[in-house]
Each structure stands twice: as C-alpha cells, then as structure tokens.
C-alpha cells in the first residue's frame, strides 16, 4: 500500500512539474484583425460599401416618401379604385426594394466573413511559425481568459509579424 501511494506522489509531481514548464502567451486577435495593415483596408472596403448601401436606402426612402404624398394628394380626385391600385404598387415597389436591399446586405456580410477568414488563415499560419519560433506551447485568445500577466501578452508582437507577413488579402465581392 506504501509503494502505491508513493508511486501516486511521485507521478502527481512528475505531472505538476511538466504542466508549469509549459509557455503559455495570450493575444488579442480582435484587436490584431482591426489593427493590422490588411485588416484596417478590409474593414475601410466593407464600411464604404455598407454606406453607400445605406445612401441607397436614403435616395429610395426619400423618393417613396414623395410618392406617397403625391397619392395622397389625389386621394381625393381619383377613384376608390385607382387609388388602391396606386397604394398597392407603391406597396409591391416597396416590398421588391426590400427583398433586394436584403440581398445586398446579406452577400455585402458574406463576402465580409469570407474575407475575414481568409485574414485569420493567415493568422493562424503565422500563429503556429511564431509559437515554435520562440518555443511557445499554447498561445489563447484574450477575450477567452479571465486575467493575466501583462508580459504575457504577446498581441504587439503577434501584430508586427501580421503587418510584415501579410501585405495583402483578396477582397471577395
């Protein structure tokens, strides 16, 4: 009974031993994305196709808004009839405008993703050249960690290599 409980210590401090001689590091990979040279143009193209999306939405807005004054100004010198047919193409021009501006949003966020990943393909290869480079075991995410050592941090560095390693990432459109 001695030897087993001796040999259950002598394996708990082996395993003890081995878990605080790995090197463990943190980065902030959102900060990293948004920092990073390509990152930055990324962001900056999706932006600027997301606000002229929106002037689209304002022009559209703004010429229904006049469409429907109109139709309603002559509520009272038309039909009953022609009016609700009036109404009711307003309504179907407002609903096809809908349907595609919905498109446009959602392949304007696809591409965004799509593009993104390739960024963080890159990344990860980066990850795995810088972590046996300087002999790093893991390296985690920061926003997935409670707390830790500011020297730990290895987000400076970690970005200084993407802006040198990853001069470009193809846009999808």
Same mark, same amino acid.
């Given at each position: 009974m001695r030897?087993?409980?001796f040999l259950f210590i002598l394996l708990l401090v082996f395993n003890i031993k081995n878990c605080l001689a790995q090197n463990i590091y943190y980065a902030d990979f959102d900060s990293i994305i948004k920092n990073s040279d390509v990152g930055k143009k990324i962001i900056t193209y999706f932006d600027n196709e997301n606000s002229v999306l929106?002037?689209?939405i304002k022009k559209f807005q703004s010429q229904i808004?006049?469409?429907e004054k109109k139709i309603i100004s002559q509520k +009272? $010198?038309?039909e009953t009839n022609e009016y609700v047919k009036k109404v009711n193409l307003l309504?179907?021009?407002i609903d096809n405008f809908n349907k595609k501006n919905n498109k446009k949003i959602q392949k304007l966020n696809n591409n965004k993703d799509k593009t993104l990943n390739l960024l963080m393909i890159e990344i990860n290869k980066i990850l795995k050249e810088f972590a046996e480079t300087n +002999? $790093?075991?893991i390296i985690l995410s920061s926003n997935q960690m409670l707390i830790g050592k500011s020297n730990l941090d290895m987000t400076d560095k970690i970005l200084k290599t993407v802006n040198k390693n990853v001069i470009k990432i193809e846009i999808i459109k």
């Open positions: 030897k087993f409980i929106l002037e689209e808004k006049d469409k +009272n $010198i038309l309504q179907n021009e +002999n $790093i075991d």
